[in-house]
């Protein structure tokens, strides 16, 4: 059987809401997180291009949902949706309280969501707000990927720890924690595998 691999990737389109979702409806895998977890280095990792999220060390830069047009080389196709970072953002709280109610407004709107990566930090406990998403997440029915990302900044004898620490925080089992590195790109096979598979269903 052919190695699946990620043949093109292109940026489709910024949406601030509901309308504005690209028109053309394919399957769509959701990255979610707080602000400057690393979803633009992932989706980059992922993707293989350097540039394709563009990526800040600002938390909060990414104010819109980005739609990413996937093709694989068996020709099917799928949406990478970036959505923006929950937690501390520099913006007004008006403007906070409008992303909250367009994302819920797209995790509601019946699109054809095959699961939702949630992404928190390998090296910290899930916080609050990566509580409430994961909760709003499983109240959705949506399935959910747990990605413990930068695993790279910690070493192997502490990784395991961490893993527990976050399982144990949402009630997950092991499997439902994939860790990733975008810098050394560990986990990117395992991930394309669950992508894959997620859309023969």
């Known amino acids: 059987m052919e190695e699946i691999k990620i043949i093109k990737s292109e940026y489709i389109t910024s949406a601030v809401s509901k309308k504005t979702c690209p028109e053309e409806i394919l399957p769509e895998i959701v990255f979610v997180g707080r602000s400057n977890v690393g979803k633009s280095s992932l989706i980059n990792s992922l993707t293989n291009r350097k540039s394709l999220a563009r990526t800040s060390g600002t938390p909060g830069k990414t104010q819109t949902i980005?739609?990413?047009?996937?093709?694989?080389?068996?020709?099917?196709?799928?949406?990478?949706?970036?959505?923006?970072?929950?937690?501390?953002?520099?913006?007004?709280?008006?403007?906070?309280?409008?992303?909250?109610?367009?994302?819920?407004?797209?995790?509601?709107?019946?699109?054809?969501?095959?699961?939702?990566?949630?992404?928190?930090?390998?090296?910290?406990?899930?916080?609050?707000?990566?509580?409430?998403?994961?909760?709003?997440?499983?109240?959705?029915?949506?399935?959910?990927?747990?990605?413990?990302?930068?695993?790279?900044?910690?070493?192997?004898?502490?990784?395991?720890k961490h893993l527990n620490a976050i399982q144990k925080a949402l009630g997950v089992d092991a499997e439902s924690i994939l860790p990733y590195s975008s810098v050394k790109n560990e986990g990117r096979s395992e991930l394309l595998d669950v992508i894959t598979a997620s859309l023969i269903k």
């Open 66 to 160: 980005n739609f990413f047009k996937i093709t694989l080389n068996d020709r099917r196709e799928f949406y990478l949706v970036d959505l923006p970072g929950y937690g501390y953002a520099k913006t007004s709280k008006t403007n906070r309280a409008l992303w909250a109610k367009f994302i819920e407004e797209y995790l509601s709107s019946g699109r054809d969501i095959k699961f939702v990566c949630q992404l928190i930090d390998i090296r910290h406990e899930p916080q609050e707000s990566d509580l409430k998403s994961f909760a709003s997440l499983i109240e959705k029915n949506l399935p959910v990927l747990i990605v413990a990302t930068k695993s790279d900044k910690i070493g192997k004898t502490q990784r395991q």
